[in-house]
């Protein structure tokens, strides 16, 4: 899981392609979307957060599994 900032699309892409690369560099993980298991984002921050930081924040969740040769 991640956090970005949730209308901020150059901090959203910059985030989700950090995640990205540590899951790819890792050497253990590989990432595990399909049609029925994909990234997700979420905000759960409450209004009178964004009313205090400016922004909402974006949970960036990401399906990863180990890498089949490690099993």
Request: glycine share 6%; with cysteine; proline share 3%.
């Amino acid at each position: 899981m991640a956090i970005s900032v949730d209308a901020d699309g150059a901090n959203h892409d910059r985030v989700y392609n950090s995640i990205l690369e540590w899951v790819t560099e890792s050497g253990c993980f590989e990432l595990d979307e399909n049609d029925t298991r994909r990234s997700l984002g979420n905000i759960t921050s409450p209004q009178y957060i964004k009313e205090v930081m400016g922004y909402h924040q974006m949970d960036l969740y990401f399906p990863i599994r180990i890498k089949e040769e490690r099993i």
